[in-house]
């Protein structure tokens, strides 16, 4: 099954609810309750089987997010846009309000000199697994079992680095809500270390250099 770009899925899906991030479809719906919440993802459960294709759900109080790819080829596809059309048709019909910046995905960045040395004592202590991902990509990543716990991915040094940390976040979010947060974060006392690879990602450091990445779908296909 062919995989879809970033901006085409963008564009075919309702903007009310849906974002990509990294390389995911993701919606929040401001159930109110947690007995509203439970009704949209009975029903949900219905339209998923019917399709034959089962996105991941949580359900809290007082909300649920919805998070949809085609695992089996590797990213979005057409099967994802169909699901989350219907996911919105249902929402429509239960009159439950989306929360479009709510969406993202938080990842811990682990800078390495040797790389496979390093991840196996991470996949080991954190009882994680090794991501799918494309034979040419320079960068592994290891992710929860139970889809609970943020991924963790290990970026290649070229030499030591003892002036900075090597371990970073990176938190993916809405393309549209990207600047407010990184806006956000410089008022709480943050600093921008960099913006030149913007929008794809902002370098930011908090007041004693620790950094955190902002992180969106653009600049990257």
């Known amino acids: 099954m062919t995989t879809m770009r970033d901006a085409e899925v963008t564009e075919l899906v309702d903007g009310r609810h849906w974002r990509v991030v990294l390389g995911r479809l993701e919606a929040v719906f401001r159930t109110g309750s947690f ?12 339209v998923a089987d019917d399709l034959d294709h089962h996105p991941d759900v949580i359900l809290r109080y007082p909300s649920v997010l919805v998070r949809t790819v085609t695992h089996d080829a590797g990213g979005l596809t057409e099967r994802d846009v169909r699901l989350a059309a219907a ?4 929402a429509d019909e239960l009159g439950i ?10 990842e811990v960045a682990i800078d390495a000199l040797d790389i496979p040395s390093v991840v196996p004592f991470w996949r080991a202590v954190l009882g994680y697994e090794d991501e799918r991902i494309d034979a040419d990509d320079a960068s592994p990543a290891l992710v929860d079992p139970r ?17 900075r940390n090597r ?10 809500a990207a600047e407010v947060r990184v806006a956000a974060a ?6 921008l270390v960099s913006d030149a690879r913007a929008p794809a990602f902002w370098v930011l450091a908090d007041v004693e250099g620790n950094e955190a990445c902002v ?7």
């Open 35 to 46: 007995a509203r919440g439970a009704e949209l993802v009975r029903r949900l459960a219905a």
């Open 147 to 163: 889809g609970v716990g943020p991924s963790v991915w290990f970026q290649q040094m070229d030499e030591p680095r003892p002036q």
């Open 215 to 221: 992180c969106t779908w653009q600049a990257r296909d």
């Open 186 to 191: 410089v008022a709480a006392g943050g600093r």
């Open 87 to 90: 996911v919105s048709a249902l």
């Open 97 to 106: 309000e989306p929360d479009a910046t709510a969406p993202q995905v938080l």
């Open 167 to 176: 371990i970073h976040l990176d938190v993916t979010v809405p393309h549209d």
